[in-house]
């Protein structure tokens, strides 16, 4: 397993919100040790010249293999955090995405490969069992929140939240 840590510089990110029976897609995200540390909606990084819609549906291309549209405005957020005493600091583009319903048949879980090669595993998951102490965490910290309307006044405060 390789290790990975931030980038040093602020990273341009857009993450995508595809629900399903109510529930939202997101890929688990491990430590070093493999343990499951959470989850976090599919996306990834915004290139030069590029915006965050056309960014947002390459990833899902490239990820899953699927032509995802994405639908209304973003909701953006500062992200800065801790990884394994790493800082990391990111701008995220959240929008919601839809793509074809039978693109998974009815597959509770999806596999596919990062960029660099990295295997994930995508699953669909239920707000309600995100952020509990016997649960996984959803990332960035503050998501869920912000998805169920509750206002979050220092989304920022999340640095001292272990990724």
């Given amino acids: 397993?390789?290790?990975?840590?931030?980038?040093?510089?602020?990273?341009?990110?857009?993450?995508?919100?595809?629900?399903?029976?109510?529930?939202?897609?997101?890929?688990?995200?491990?430590?070093?040790?493999?343990?499951?540390?959470?989850?976090?909606?599919?996306?990834?990084?915004?290139?030069?010249?590029?915006s965050w819609q056309t960014a947002l549906a390459r990833e899902f291309k490239e990820e899953l293999g699927v032509d995802a549209e994405v639908t209304g405005p973003p909701l953006v957020m500062e992200n800065i955090y801790t990884h394994h005493g790493a800082t990391g600091h990111e701008v995220l583009f959240i929008g919601h995405v839809q793509f074809d319903a039978q693109a998974f048949g009815g597959l509770d879980v999806i596999e596919f490969f990062e960029d660099s090669g990295a295997p994930c595993t995508a699953r669909w998951?239920?707000?309600?069992?995100?952020?509990?102490?016997d649960g996984p965490a959803l990332f960035p910290v503050g998501l869920k929140e912000v998805l169920l309307g509750t206002q979050v006044s220092d989304v920022v405060a999340n640095r001292d939240r272990q990724l």
């Fill in 125 to 133: 998951f239920d707000l309600a069992e995100l952020d509990l102490e």
């Fill in 1 to 50: 397993m390789t290790s990975w840590r931030p980038q040093q510089h602020v990273k341009v990110k857009a993450i995508g919100l595809h629900w399903r029976e109510g529930k939202l897609l997101a890929a688990e995200v491990f430590d070093d040790h493999g343990q499951l540390k959470g989850v976090r909606p599919l996306g990834g990084g915004v290139e030069f010249g590029e």
